[in-house]
């Protein structure tokens, strides 16, 4: 069984659109392009001669298992390599993660509170600058208007 599959790009005439639509209507396309589209394509196909196909299907069969098998093999070895590049991850977050406890038990958490400081001076200054943010601190102090640009 042979597959086929034919493009047909078409464009009507603008001159003419008018009576194309009247007379064929909006579907145009289906009514008219698609029976010439299936006359067009069986005069092409009944030109060639399939006795060639026919006499040489082992060969043709043969070429389609070996690049089906040639397809699997790419297959597998893709699989492979996203396998090896996960433990190179996995072994690269596994390497930071001790690099990172390892410095927090030498030096303490300091260094992380100073991140957590820098992060949230950061937050606030992008959010300052935002003229639809209300501050609104959870303690007793209760402080509005720290927006003067509204």
């Known amino acids: 069984?042979?597959?086929?599959?034919?493009?047909?790009?078409?464009?009507?005439?603008?001159?003419?659109?008018?009576?194309?639509?009247?007379?064929?209507?909006?579907e145009y396309e289906k009514?008219?392009?698609?029976?010439?589209?299936?006359?067009?394509?069986?005069?092409?196909?009944?030109?060639f001669n399939t006795d060639p196909l026919l006499t040489e299907r082992p060969h043709?069969?043969?070429l389609v298992a070996q690049q089906e098998a040639e397809r699997s093999k790419f297959v597998v070895m893709k699989a492979e390599?996203?396998?090896?590049?996960?433990?190179?991850?996995d072994k690269g977050e596994s390497e930071s993660a001790k690099l990172i406890?390892?410095?927090?038990?030498?030096?303490?958490?300091?260094?992380?509170?100073?991140?957590?400081?820098?992060?949230?001076r950061e937050v606030a200054a992008t959010l300052a600058k935002t003229p639809n943010v209300s501050y609104l601190p959870g303690g007793k102090n209760l402080l509005l208007g720290l927006n003067p640009q509204r």
């Open 1 to 26: 069984m042979v597959n086929l599959t034919l493009l047909v790009l078409s464009r009507l005439d603008v001159n003419r659109l008018s009576a194309i639509v009247q007379n064929l209507g909006l």
């Open 60 to 62: 043709f069969s043969a």
């Open 31 to 47: 009514k008219v392009l698609h029976s010439i589209r299936n006359e067009v394509l069986k005069a092409v196909v009944a030109q």
């Open 81 to 89: 390599q996203e396998r090896r590049a996960a433990i190179i991850r």
């Open 101 to 120: 406890s390892y410095v927090i038990s030498s030096a303490g958490i300091g260094l992380i509170e100073l991140r957590k400081i820098e992060a949230s």
